[in-house]
């Protein structure tokens, strides 16, 4: 498309900060005209760049975008609100909205999106599309890029070494409780006791992916990842809180990655 070949120009002959800087230039716009099917012209960029572009290249918590921060920081409330507006007034994914039970209707919708699209779709996208840039083998990513195979493994055996979505926090909602096995102990959590699942630790466990520290994707079986929060990489049973937009984030970050790496041929 027109935006992935002015990203692959942008990056081209790019690495690290440079690169990663061209990236946040690219993916808002691109990332809103995908999920949201809007008008590419009508994008209000300046807004989405400067809420989006300047969060990804900070240390980014949810108090910048929820009360009380997020409702003292005149330029967040104005750019939110812009970013609420647009998308209900232009997207034609929202056009046919139903409204939900209790009065869940289209205004509340937009009013949600914005905080969802900064953690899952825009950071969650960014680095499941950067790590590979900058962290997978030297010439394996232009080696692999016209196999959309094995170019989607290297991405997953990147987000298995460097998981976007680190650790996942819940609380135990089964009557009888959690049981599980840490180390050579059994434990019993009673229901509610909170918990997080560390995805990193499961990613290198030896047990899960021998020699787990090799980049080798090639012979994994990713049926055993748990990047996206859920166990394995395309399963839609195994956890209710499995990443709804996990197949978008892969395809996107293969698309991204080959704009690049074409363009540099060119």
Excluded: W
């Excluded at 900064?118 to 680095?127: K, M, N, S």
């Excluded at 170019?151 to 009557?175: G, M």
């Excluded at 599980?180 to 699942?197: A, L, Y």
Aim: hydrophobic share 35%.
């Amino acid at each position: 498309s027109k935006l992935l070949k002015e990203y692959g120009k942008d990056a081209k002959g790019k690495e690290g900060e440079e690169l990663l800087d061209a990236l946040l230039r690219f993916m808002p716009k691109f990332m809103m005209y995908c999920l949201f099917d809007v008008p590419l012209e009508k994008i209000p960029i300046e807004a989405i760049d400067e809420q989006y572009g300047g969060i990804a290249q900070q240390d980014f918590f949810l108090g910048q975008l929820t009360p009380p921060l997020g409702k003292i920081n005149p330029k967040i409330v104005e750019n939110t609100d812009i970013f609420m507006d647009f998308i209900e007034k232009e997207s034609k994914v929202l056009k046919n909205f139903t409204p939900g039970p209790k009065g869940l209707g289209i205004k509340e919708l937009c009013g949600a999106i914005p905080m969802v699209f900064v953690t899952a779709a825009f950071l969650g996208t960014r680095d499941l599309t950067f790590f590979p840039m900058s962290q997978a083998p030297k010439g394996y990513l232009e080696s692999v890029a016209d196999n959309d195979s094995k170019l989607r493994n290297a991405i997953l055996e990147t987000a298995r070494l460097r998981t976007p979505v680190p650790f996942s926090s819940q609380a135990v909602d089964d009557d009888e409780g959690l049981t599980t096995q840490i180390g050579k102990r059994t434990f019993t959590f009673k229901k509610g006791t909170p918990t997080c699942s560390v995805f990193t630790q499961a990613n290198v466990d030896e047990n899960r992916f021998p020699n787990p520290y090799v980049f080798d994707p090639e012979n994994r079986d990713f049926s055993k990842l748990t990047s996206f929060n859920s166990i394995g990489e395309s399963t839609q049973e195994a956890s209710a809180h499995i990443c709804p937009g996990r197949e978008f984030a892969i395809n996107a970050s293969m698309n991204i990655n080959r704009a690049k790496i074409n363009a540099e041929k060119n």
